[in-house]
């Protein structure tokens, strides 16, 4: 075990910048980390000498639990990850192996906490016995280096699959009869121009849409600042269920409407798309702002209605403005994903974005356009502060706003 000396915060923490702050919670986030890591290494002891001839009590857990004051299941989780991540001794005297000694050691290191630890040892646990020594240490690698990075539903979708690897033919399915499906969805536009969703889903449509919930909904990363997703898990669904109409839409195998695709007609005055500021009207009903109108044009299948002083029709739906289905698959193979530094979102769920804006005569060409996700393509057409361009190699960079780099480097996603 080793010493870990205390942190002290500095005196006047409202003196201290973006980056300072950040650092200072990641650093002390490492320390707790150790020191609870610590712990554990002490209860395995203490497990190992017996709470009864030590303390006179019956167990671990009930003695942790009056000790730290905390509950009997925290305390009773607490000690079982301990004996599982840390090396201990059986009645006899010879050593007991840990059961995940590579994430022990993870954690002695305060790179993992027991968000990470609990996913973790859940999908050990449940590979089959007759898995070899090889392939479970080989699992449990892959899993700790997932966990250095990532939250708990990372871990348990990365387990997941991994579990599908080592037992592909999973539990043995019963032949039970399926009832026939039963599902209805109801859809009712409110008079402030809001659309309420509500229905019914059967079990084998509710587990679809929840493991879309859970995979499209996911929190984003923490940002190499620190910053973490704010939504609320509400939130996180609906933006999951627009990304994924969104993707149906603008798939290349959408069902069409009378012979085109699913669009939405977006009117604009000229002078509000070009300065921004103003209203649209999205299907001749809706009012939307000028701002999101611009996020909209730039890859949506919408058709911009772009009006003059008189109200004229000067433009519907020009072919330059979207991407071709050639160009969106250039850009996937340049950009991999949304091209914001340090975000993991997929090309599927990503929009193609207009370096210079489609409404101030910029082209539809792959040197004036990036894949975002909405999220960061929001960032992007909003007060941020980020900019964007193309640099010399053709690949997208970012430039972040003074107050988190007074030099302004340059940054690139290299995930």
């Not at 993992?112 to 040892?121: C, N, R, T």
């Amino acid at each position: 075990m080793s010493s870990q000396r205390i942190l002290e915060p500095p005196q006047e923490l409202w003196r201290a910048g973006a980056r300072e702050l950040a650092h200072g919670v990641v650093e002390r986030l490492s320390v707790a980390r150790q020191a609870l890591a610590e712990v554990g290494q002490f209860l395995v002891e203490i497990e190992a000498r017996g709470p009864m001839e030590l303390f006179g009590h019956g167990s671990t857990a009930g003695w942790f639990a009056e000790t730290a004051r905390i509950s009997p299941k925290e305390a009773g989780t607490t000690v079982a990850r301990a004996v599982a991540l840390n090396e201990g001794r059986n009645l006899d005297g010879t050593p007991a192996p840990a059961f995940a000694p590579l994430a022990g050691a993870a954690a002695a290191e305060g790179e993992l906490g027991h968000q990470q630890l609990d996913p973790l040892l859940a999908v050990l646990k449940k590979i089959p016995a007759d898995v070899s020594a090889e392939d479970r240490s080989g699992a449990e690698r892959i899993l700790v280096n997932l966990a250095r990075n990532a939250g708990p539903q990372q871990i348990a979708n990365g387990g997941a699959e991994l579990l599908g690897h080592l037992d592909p033919d999973g539990n043995e399915p019963k032949d039970e009869d399926l009832k026939p499906p039963s599902r209805e969805v109801h859809l009712r536009k409110r008079d402030d121009g809001w659309w309420r969703l509500n229905g019914l889903l059967d079990p084998e449509f509710g587990a679809r849409a929840n493991a879309l919930f859970e995979t499209w909904g996911q929190r984003r990363p923490v940002d190499e600042d620190g910053n973490r997703d704010p939504r609320t898990p509400g939130e996180r669904h609906g933006d999951a269920l627009f990304d994924a109409i969104h993707y149906a839409m603008t798939n290349d195998k959408a069902p069409t409407l009378s012979g085109d695709r699913t669009t939405v007609v977006v009117t604009i005055p000229l002078d509000t798309l070009t300065s921004g500021l103003g209203m649209a009207c999205v299907d001749e009903v809706t009012q939307i702002t000028a701002r999101h109108a611009r996020l909209l044009a730039c890859d949506a299948k919408i058709i911009p209605a772009v009006l003059g002083a008189e109200s004229e029709p000067l433009d519907i739906g020009r072919a330059a403005r979207t991407v071709t289905p050639a160009q969106r698959r250039a850009l996937n193979l340049r950009d991999h994903g949304c091209a914001f530094p340090g975000c993991h979102r997929r090309p599927k769920h990503c929009e193609a974005h207009h370096i210079l804006p489609w409404g101030e005569l910029g082209d539809t060409d792959l040197n004036n356009l990036c894949l975002l996700c909405r999220y960061h393509h929001m960032v992007i057409h909003g007060q941020s502060g980020w900019k964007v361009h193309i640099a010399t190699d053709g690949r997208p960079e970012f430039i972040p706003p003074q107050y988190l780099d007074p030099l302004q480097t340059p940054r690139r996603n290299n995930h």
